[in-house]
């Protein structure tokens, strides 16, 4: 017999497990917090980051996390990215009463960063960006898009990042984070109506 997903109401909060061979996480979200980091794990970059992120998206962040840090930061940044979007997706059930699409550009100093998301149900992933360095201290630049592609994969959001124009890319990094937690914001803030699609149903 086919069980039909049972269509839940946001609750804005999700608490994420994931252990592997690689990495082992927990995660906790508030999408209606008051911007609050609790952030224990062992690539600083991405723990400023993720600071960054709560703070303009309002949101109440915990992870507490390790991994084989010691081969890469790769698998830890994009186990937490994976998480966060899990928890994302968790915490809004069947959407009813968000307002869905969220869109901010963000100047930081020299650097204007873009971020454009919708919470469609349908992961899809841009980012537009030169950066100039392979390292930011000692943080692999590639795995920028590498966690915002797990992001949006479980997040099941099409995100759609761009650094218009930089010098720094520090400035441009944080810009992107900065960007992506005012437009998730945004898109989780709630509005009078049900689920807010043509078709009715958000998945
Ligand atoms: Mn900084």
Redesign the pocket.
Known sequence: MATEAIAVAPTFSANVARETGETTIRLSLQLHGTGEAKLNFPVPFLR?MLH?FAVHGQFDLAIDADGDVDVEDHHLVEDIGLCLGKAIAGALGNKAGIRRYGERHTPMDETLARAVLDLSGRPAFVLQAQFTNERIGTFPTELVAEFFKSVANEGRMALHLAVLYGENN??MV?GLFKAFGAALREAVSTVDGGVPSSKGVLE
Do not use: V
């Open positions: 400023h960054l520090h400035h944080e």
